[in-house]
Nanobody, 124 residues
Framework: QVQLVESGGGLVQAGGSLRLSCAAS????????MTWFRQAPGKEREFVAA????????RYVDSVKGRFTISRDDSKKTVYLQMNSLKPEDTAVYYC?????????????????WGQGTQVTVSS
């Protein structure tokens, strides 16, 4: 079992930055793929970024490449999403997800563990 708690969301002006954190419980955190999804009002949940258990491989949705960076600290059982050059279209609830399927899946159905979400609002 893995429990996930996100933090770091808030209100920021366009062009600003935020860093989201996702703290995990569970003894096997280091073997899990960790992923960020987001969901804007009236839209489907969207893959944002994923990092493999080893930390050596990452994957991003095209719309955030060059602006967002996912990283993990296994000693702290925490995954981060550094978000720079934020745009109003980045406004959403951001969710952390985890699974031990061993890949960088972008499909929300493939993740068994989810956090409660943290709101990110980018004003223009």
């Amino acid at each position: 079992q893995v429990q996930l708690v996100e933090s770091g969301g808030g209100l920021v002006q366009a062009g600003g930055s935020l860093r989201l954190s996702c703290a995990a419980s569970g003894r096997t955190f280091s073997s899990y793929t960790m992923t960020w999804f987001r969901q804007a009002p009236g839209k489907e949940r969207e893959f944002v970024a994923a990092i493999l258990w080893s930390g050596g491989s990452t994957r991003y949705v095209d719309s955030v490449k060059g602006r967002f960076t996912i990283s993990r600290d296994d000693s702290k059982k925490t995954v981060y999403l550094q978000m720079n050059s934020l745009k109003p279209e980045d406004t959403a609830v951001y969710y952390c997800a985890a699974d031990d399927h061993g890949g960088l899946s972008t499909a929300s159905w493939s993740y068994d563990y989810w956090g409660q979400g943290t709101q990110v609002t980018v004003s223009s």
